[in-house]
């Protein structure tokens, strides 16, 4: 299994692209338009918000919807794990608050990827497995959700590990996924026979992968693959990332009788049950 890295500003984009989501369910993405320095501003602005103390970060979680705002360093397991995942996170989306300091970034960013890349990544995926139009479904979707991760270095996670990693193995729920390049490598893929494969670690890239909403409508021409997040092999240094999951709209048919609304729901009921 390759991952290929595909460039923006060349010719046979598409055609690349296309093959690798199909044959892997992952490609990386390099000079796609998004500014180096605002991915820059954007990570150091969040390490800076989940360096502070628990009694800060606590502000920002949301008791009347878990799946948004701040959720506490082991608070989600993926379905089907036993162990908590080694990270906290943060999730967003327009109209919902954010830390004062982190409004500005966010929003620009947000703006970027899914304005103007994802609209021409998903434009790239058209005629594969379905006559929907995927740009069009997702654009100005009010279920698209920004997701910021924060993994500490090991040796401040501060419990006895167990086997725990920073990222069970898992698929996406959504469309498309864009991962502004992380602070520090650790993605992998799982091919059919079962083997992990490391996704390359561009700087400033932007890793694309398929979630199962986008398999189903696509007839399985357009893989959701299984991925993790390892651990590094020191305890010593930790991990941002920020993907960007493109949802299509509530009302989209993704296949006979399940909307995307319906399906959406149905997936985080599996992940939130026995916290509410």
Known sequence: MEVQICSLRDSDFDIKFRQSLMETGFAVITHHGLDYALIGEAQE???????KSDE???VYVNHLDPNMGYTK????KAVGAQIADLKEFFHWKLFYSLPKELEHVTARLYGVLEGDIAGRLLYALRGIGSEMDYSK??????????RV???????DCGIDQNGAVRAAAHEDINFI???VAASAPGLQVLDKGGKWHDVPHEQNSIVVNIGDMLQLASGGLLKSTTHRVVNPDNNTSDRLSIPLFIHPHGNTLLAP???AQQ??????????????
């Open 45 to 51: 602005a969040w390490k800076t918000f989940f360096k």
């Open 177 to 179: 996924t864009l991962l």
């Open 73 to 76: 360093f082991g608070g989600e």
């Open 149 to 155: 991760l924060y993994y500490p270095t090991l040796k």
């Open 137 to 146: 479904v997702c654009q100005n979707s009010n279920n698209t959700l920004l």
């Open 263 to 276: 399906f959406l729901n149905q997936r985080l009921e599996q992940i939130y049950v026995g916290k509410k």
């Open 257 to 259: 009788g399940i909307t």
């Open 56 to 58: 800060e970060k606590n």
